[in-house]
């Protein structure tokens, strides 16, 4: 009875807090009544604020009380009002513009311009600022809004106008693509460590998606020498404060100013080299501290950016103490366009709440990001009252249109009819892409092979068909956990082999199981290094049957999962019975020079003897890696394992066990493994590295498919990878004794090329590789590779060595994983 009392007496208390409040709304405009976008509204001396919208409304919803408040924004002289709040009010501000003098400046006798001094006190006052701050909480709200501005009719056969009405564009294919809102609780600790946890969550379109947003990634510190935005820049960008600034940049004092009783700095900064990954704009430093107060820079497609023409960010700050101060908000906008669309949109982040004397257990920073299953499940009401930007009109639409949409979009009757029109069949699917048919309201897609991949040519079989089909089963929409089947037909013309073989995979526990069986024709080499249409252009144009192949019947089962944190594993058992194949077909559309078809055996070009005799395997795999990572991040389907800063670790043994099913191998591999990809140098680019080696340890009885494989290349179209070779023989260096081998490779991402007039505009990447293997019968061969990236496409030129002779050398062009 008393806990229903207290529970009532809650409820009770916290509806009347809610009656009391009353609102508090406006528009901050200049002196031209224009809107002033984004202007921070935050209640003096403290971190509890709002923001102005896009188009300079902005709301709060407060208790009554006297308040003092403060009007700010970049380039705007600061405004403050004074208000007694009992009931909604409205109050509209004019920001008047900010008057920077250059009284009493004095310029150096080397005519430097007193900007510079200004900057190397900043610059060496970085890393305290940086570190200054040991540990905080705070709550930030984050709203991203992305908009198509303009877009084909047409894009690769695909109707644009019926997807934008599908998605809720005009009849011009214009309109919000995006829009979301998050509230969240961000953790962090020095150095580096975050920890986020999302509270409340609004998507447009549908209430059961979070958002995209994220405190973390929105985190901008320019504190840091570097900013490094993933796939917006091949190369780190450079901060106006960093370390080697002065390089980079050109500055000049715009003058000074005095607010809330400390002098402002207000700087412009300028690329010295427009082609360097540099800001163009204004910081502002307060004098005497050399802190950053606010910032207002861009940086344009002139510096090599990638997807944007142009991304401008905004940031300001404020003091907590009368020592630190802390980001309270933070803006990005952003344009650019791709093959006829064009995109615009921003993401702003307000925080407010800091705590600068937090506590944290011990394992609260292994999760990066929490986001618990029912993050959307508040309604219109609780966001009109939270969220401290107001929507814009065109945003309020865009959210009652999506969520009609969103309710439309999930009944079976509109899913079973956009069924009806993706699912049709045509020539060009069967023979080009594949046909894809999808069951969206039963979650179940199906895929059939195209035939151009499915037609084959080679020596073994001559002209052959390999298709087939698979099918995959979403039973659970939240976790994604899915299970699926498969199958396969091969047929020879001209070995009039036919073979087929059927696949499966399901979830048991936190693990996947696969299971497959039948028969196939498949590459000697197990690491499969020449695809079969690459094999199929070769020996059909040039006369040259790279590929060797034999015929397994097989049955075989693996299990795979995460046992925990970095550490995962696989174990693998498989049957098999081998057969090796003699060629049975010698035709080419062209003879050119002298060449001329090799057996199907490696070892002995000229005749067709047979590589191994018929033999039955027994095997079992096991494989474990681990990469030191236990970071994760949590979403409602499920945990992410983040990759670590460390290498990844891996160990692999394989046992050959006689007599079982009649199995005639008797051997054991052990082998170990390191490797890290995309290791950070900063402004010289990223390496990634693989170290292997291995040995049998029992050879009793074992053939050529069971020796250890290595993924080389004999032909223009590489195969990519870090573990792979540019010029190794496809199957003589296969080893049935020990071995070591090493890859290293190093993208400079375009340090050199983007000092080159018209060639920088190209956005290529300049490429190093260099590999070396060991095995008893092939001692100290290495390669030594350059060449040139452009996106995931790559042009190497490679040398290869065996013991200081030069083999081999030729142009490699290949995909880049």
């Not at 309710?407 to 009819?417: F, G, I, V």
């Not at 250890?708 to 080893?735: C, H, P, R």
Request: with cysteine; hydrophobic share 35%; glycine share 8%.
């Amino acid at each position: 009875m008393r806990t229903a009392f207290t529970l009532i007496f809650s409820l009770l208390s916290l509806t009347i807090a809610f009656a009391q409040e009353v609102t508090l709304k406006g528009k901050v405009t200049d002196q031209n009544g224009n809107a002033v976008p984004f202007a921070s509204v935050y209640i003096r001396n403290t971190t509890k604020g709002a923001s102005a919208n896009s188009e300079g409304d902005y709301s709060f919803h407060l208790q009554p009380g006297h308040y003092e408040l403060r009007f700010k924004a970049v380039g705007y002289k600061q405004e403050l009002r004074s208000i007694d709040l009992k009931e909604n009010t409205t109050l509209n501000v004019t920001l008047g513009a900010e008057l920077y003098e250059l009284n009493a400046v004095t310029i150096s006798a080397t005519g430097e311009d007193p900007a510079y001094a200004i900057i190397r006190k900043a610059i060496r006052k970085r890393k305290a600022h940086l570190t200054e701050v040991k540990a905080y909480t705070c709550e930030v709200y984050i709203k991203g809004m992305q908009k198509l501005v303009a877009a084909p009719k047409k894009f690769m056969g695909a109707d644009i106008n019926q997807i934008g009405k599908e998605i809720g564009l005009d009849s011009n294919r214009r309109g919000i693509v995006y829009l979301s809102e998050s509230e969240s609780k961000l953790a962090y600790k020095y150095p580096g460590q975050l920890h986020e946890e999302m509270i409340s969550s609004k998507f447009a379109g549908s209430n059961r998606m979070f958002s995209f947003n994220r405190a973390s990634d929105a985190k901008v510190n320019f504190y840091e020498n570097f900013q490094d935005w993933g796939q917006l820049s091949n190369r780190p960008l450079i901060s106006p404060i960093s370390d080697n600034a002065l390089f980079y940049y050109k500055y000049k004092l715009m003058g000074t100013a005095t607010e809330n009783g400390v002098m402002i700095n207000k700087i412009k900064v300028t690329p010295k080299r427009g082609h360097d990954p540099c800001f163009d704009g204004y910081i502002y430093i307060i004098d005497d501290s050399w802190r950053i107060y606010a910032l207002n820079l861009f940086i344009t497609s002139r510096a090599n950016i990638n997807f944007a023409d142009t991304l401008r960010i905004d940031q300001q700050f404020l003091p907590i103490d009368s020592n630190r101060w802390m980001q309270a908000s933070n803006k990005l906008e952003f344009s650019g366009g791709l093959l006829g669309f064009r995109l615009k949109g921003y993401f702003v982040s307000v925080y407010k709440d800091y705590d600068l004397n937090p506590t944290f257990s011990k394992s609260e920073f292994n999760e990066l990001l929490y986001i618990p299953p029912k993050v959307a499940k508040n309604d219109s009401a609780y966001w009109n009252k939270e969220r401290p930007i107001p929507l814009t009109q065109e945003e309020k639409v865009d959210y009652v249109k999506k969520d009609k949409l969103a309710a439309k979009r999930e009944s079976k009757q509109y899913l079973d009819s956009l069924d009806k029109v993706t699912n049709k069949v045509n020539p060009g699917s069967l023979v080009l892409t594949g046909v894809n048919i999808v069951k969206r309201y039963k979650r179940e897609f199906i895929h059939l092979d195209p035939l151009v991949t499915s037609i084959l040519y080679n020596t073994v079989e001559g002209p052959a068909l390999n298709y087939g089909f698979g099918v995959r089963k979403e039973y659970d929409s939240v976790t994604h956990r899915a299970m699926g089947y498969g199958a396969r037909v091969r047929y020879g013309f001209s070995d009039h082999l036919f073979d087929a073989n059927a696949n499966a995979f399901f979830p048991v526990g936190n693990f996947y199981l696969n299971v497959a069986g039948g028969s196939d024709v498949v590459d000697l080499n197990s690491r499969e290094p020449i695809g079969s249409f690459i094999n199929s252009f070769y020996t059909l144009f040039e006369r040259e049957n790279y590929e060797k192949l034999y015929q397994k019947k097989f049955a075989t089962a693996s299990l795979s999962g995460r046992i925990m944190g970095g550490w995962q594993a696989t174990a693998t058992v498989e049957w098999a019975d081998r057969k090796w194949l003699p060629n049975s077909a010698n035709y080419s559309f062209f003879h050119p020079g002298n060449n001329e078809f090799t057996s199907n055996n490696p070892f002995t070009p000229a005749q067709d003897v047979p590589l191994f005799p018929e033999n039955q395997s027994f095997k079992v795999i096991l494989r474990t890696t681990y990469d030191f990572s236990s970071k994760y991040e949590t979403y409602p389907f499920g945990r992410r394992y983040l990759p670590s800063d460390y290498p990844a670790i891996g160990i692999s043994y394989t046992k050959g066990i006689r007599n079982i099913f009649g199995s005639d191998v008797d051997y054991d591999l052990l082998s170990a493994d390191i490797s890290k990809q995309d290791i950070s140098l900063g402004m010289y680019g990223r390496t990634s590295f693989y170290l292997g080696a291995g040995k049998f340890l029992n050879t009793n009885r074992l053939y050529y498919p069971d020796y250890k494989q290595f993924s080389g290349n004999e032909v223009f179209f590489a195969k990519g990878g870090i573990n792979s070779f540019l010029m190794l023989d496809y199957y003589l260096f296969s080893t049935p004794d020990k071995y070591i081998e090493g890859h290293l490779e190093h993208n400079f991402s375009g340090f050199f090329l983007n000092k080159i007039p018209l060639i920088r505009k190209l956005k290529l990447q300049e490429i190093i590789d260099v590999n070396y293997l060991s095995t008893p019968t092939l001692k100290n061969y290495y390669e030594l590779g350059f060449g040139l990236q452009y996106l995931n496409i790559r042009l190497m030129y490679g040398e290869s060595f065996n013991s200081g002779s030069n083999i081999h050398n030729g142009l490699r062009l290949g995909v880049s994983f």
